[in-house]
Structure formats: structure tokens, C-alpha cells
């Protein structure tokens, strides 16, 4: 069964509306989740790296203001778009480390964000 | 920064063919992993190497460490193999991903 939960797999959102994504660690606590993204036929580009109970860690150029990050729990991250824009769409997946199984690496099933 | 770099970016085999895909990266790592997506979207991890050679099923993962080269190959390939699959090595805490390597099966 699924290790990494990610909800909803697919939303359609009106410009300038707020979207959360949800990830879920389901099979032991993550302190760690990453956020990704993937635009059509490229690699995944890591957002940020979601740190239980402290801030999120940003890569250069992803804006923390639109893309809020909330590690409250050790099973759950979320990912909220805001000010949702046209350019905004395209495929959002989290991952976990679980490091008591030699740092296998697990990914949720992604979510398709389309920004009309 | 570590460079992945995976070849080829598309292939087109017939099913029962022996299907080879390969990645080099430029620095050091900890390990590799080589990963699977399917058209929906969803990543499955198919090997984590540090070192030497793994084998699943009809999946076999190769890496050569003093080389910064990997290689996955796939044994009587069939249409179900049809994916992208990706490359990615971690170094320190993060993770570099190639650029994938579509893979489509011709019954």
C-alpha cells in the first residue's frame, strides 16, 4: 500500500484563488518532506524542503509568500498556491526520506494543478 | 551542484528487447536511486545503489562509483515497462534528478 499520500491528485482552480496540496507520511513520521515540482517533459525541480515544527527551507528562486509550506505535524505537510496564476499550473509531488530503512525515498502520487 | 545527466531521452523498443538506460553524475554521492513514472504521474522507486548490483525481477541496477555512472537495464521488456524512468543521486541532504528517460514498449 501507499507509504505517501498526496491529495487531491487533480484540481482546477480559478486566478487568484488559494489551492492546498496535502502530503502524508501514512507508514512512520517524517520530519523531512520535500516538495517538487514538474513542468511537461522536464525533471522534477525540489521547491522546498518541509521541516517539522520550524520553517520551510526555499530553493533560489521559489517564493515563500506564493508557495506556503506548513510542517505541523510529523505525518502531514501541506503546500498552499497562492494568488493562483495560469503559470502556476503543472504537476506538485512531496517526497519522504524514511532514513530507518537505509534513506529509501518515497513519493506521493502527485497532484495536477490547472489555473484557469 | 551535481550534474545528472541521463541517456537516451527517448526509446522505443520492441517487447522482449533488452533495454539499457544510463546516468552519470559529476560529484560524489551517498546513493543513487532510480525511479519509475508512469503517465498518471505517480514516482515509484525502483533501486536505491551505493555500490555494485541489484536486481528485481527483470530489473537490474548497476553503478560503477569510481566512474559517477549508472545503468538500468531491463530484461524481455514488455508494454507495462512503458514509463519514464528517472535518475537521481543524493548529495548531502538533497536530491538531483536527470532529466528521465522515456521508455515506450511495442507489443
Known amino acids: 500500500g501507499a507509504v505517501v499520500s498526496q491529495h487531491p491528485s487533480r484540481v482546477i482552480c480559478k486566478s487568484g484563488t488559494s489551492v492546498k496540496i496535502e502530503c502524508r507520511s501514512l507508514d512512520f513520521q517524517a520530519t523531512t518532506m520535500f516538495w517538487y515540482r514538474q513542468f511537461p517533459k522536464q525533471s522534477l525541480m525540489l521547491m522546498a524542503t518541509?521541516?517539522?515544527?520550524?520553517?520551510?527551507?526555499?530553493e533560489q528562486g521559489v517564493e515563500k509568500d506564493k508557495f506556503l509550506i506548513n510542517h505541523a505535524s510529523l505525518t502531514l505537510s501541506t503546500l498552499t498556491v497562492t494568488s493562483a496564476h495560469p503559470e502556476d499550473s503543472s504537476f506538485y509531488i512531496c517526497?519522504?526520506?524514511?532514513?530507518?530503512?537505509?534513506?529509501?525515498?518515497?513519493f506521493g502520487e502527485g497532484s495536477w494543478l490547472t489555473v484557469v | 551542484k551535481n550534474e545528472v545527466e541521463q541517456s537516451p531521452q527517448n526509446l522505443t523498443a520492441q517487447e522482449g528487447e533488452f533495454i539499457t538506460i544510463n546516468c552519470s553524475y559529476s560529484?560524489?554521492?551517498?546513493?543513487l536511486h532510480w525511479l519509475q513514472q508512469h503517465p498518471g504521474g505517480g514516482i515509484v522507486s525502483l533501486f536505491m545503489?551505493?555500490?555494485g548490483k541489484k536486481k528485481h525481477g527483470r530489473l537490474i541496477a548497476t553503478i560503477n562509483i569510481q566512474e559517477k555512472h549508472s545503468s538500468l537495464h531491463i530484461t524481455a521488456s514488455h508494454p507495462r515497462d512503458s514509463a519514464v524512468y528517472i535518475c537521481?543521486?543524493?548529495?548531502?541532504?538533497?536530491?538531483?534528478f536527470g532529466t528521465g528517460t522515456s521508455l515506450t514498449v511495442i507489443p
Open positions: 560529484v560524489g554521492i551517498s546513493a
Open positions: 537521481a543521486v543524493r548529495w548531502g541532504n538533497q536530491f538531483y
Open positions: 518541509s521541516n517539522e515544527g520550524s520553517k520551510a527551507t526555499y
Open positions: 545503489l551505493s555500490s
Open positions: 517526497s519522504v526520506d524514511d532514513r530507518t530503512a537505509g534513506n529509501t525515498i518515497y
